[in-house]
């Protein structure tokens, strides 16, 4: 097997660990080269069954020992293209990770940039993947429709730039009924609880403003990046 071939055979299995469904392109290639060296794709094909293990199933589907994997969790996690947390019974699960929600273009940009050629190389390739990815799903989006409707809603705050232009009540009808969800004040006690269901809870920078910040489309409304929060399960 080539090298480029052992590329795209981990480019198909870190695809099928996320949920968007991203075309197996020349550009994700290119991201793939950046992010991983040869001796690593050895360890992502050992995902290829299970996308969740534990050290000991790794042993097992990566024939590599525990001080050779522990090596390669470390290198791979600092890249967002593995993670590992202990479960609910302490024990370690290394998770292939995809490329984003959440993977490498959270973890790379969620740091501090430093505006280097290869960060702004990284920047546009995955400006150019994700608009792979959208005209995919126009062109198939009956096919991928099911996927959606099982996806959790995503949270965004829609910023108001500017006063509009105030006018008449527009009504729509929709023909039926709506249920109106109940509002509700949280006590401080309810916010502690909230708080320590994690162990960790960390602020980091906001990997959507740095992205655009190394496209060259910096976000004019505020200077302030350090505003998107981590948190880790107790």
């Known amino acids: 097997m080539s090298v480029k071939e052992k590329y795209v055979k981990a480019a198909r299995i870190i695809i099928k660990a996320g ?7 020349d550009t994700l290639l290119e991201i793939l080269y950046m992010l991983l060296e040869e ?6 094909m050992a995902f290829k069954r299970k996308f969740s293990q534990t050290i000991e199933q790794l ?6 020992p525990e001080e050779e994997i522990l090596k390669m969790i470390e290198k791979l996690a600092s890249k967002g293209v593995v993670f590992n947390q202990p479960n609910s019974q302490g024990v370690m699960v290394i998770r292939l990770l ?10 790379i940009f969620m740091r ?18 994700f608009n792979e990815a959208k005209d995919l799903i126009h062109e198939k989006y009956d096919m991928f429709l099911p996927v959606f409707q099982k996806l959790p809603p995503i949270d965004r705050t829609v910023p108001i730039l ?13 023909n039926e009924t709506v249920e109106v969800p109940e509002e509700k004040i949280l ?3 309810d916010i502690k609880e909230l708080i320590n269901k994690f162990d960790d809870i960390a602020v980091g920078f906001c990997f959507c403003r740095q992205h655009e910040d190394l496209l060259g489309n910096p976000y004019k409304e505020t200077d302030l990046r350090e505003n998107c929060q981590g948190r880790i399960p107790a």
């Open 162 to 174: 500017q006063k509009t232009k105030s006018g008449q009540e527009v009504q729509i009808s929709v």
């Open 19 to 25: 949920i968007l469904p991203f075309p197996l392109t």
């Open 112 to 129: 501090k940039v430093n505006h280097t050629e290869e960060e702004k190389k990284l920047a546009k390739l995955f400006k150019t993947l």
């Open 187 to 189: 006590i401080t006690q």
């Open 39 to 44: 001796d690593d794709l050895d360890f992502i």
């Open 59 to 64: 042993k097992k589907s990566s024939k590599l």
């Open 98 to 107: 995809p490329l984003m929600m959440v993977g490498p273009f959270e973890y």
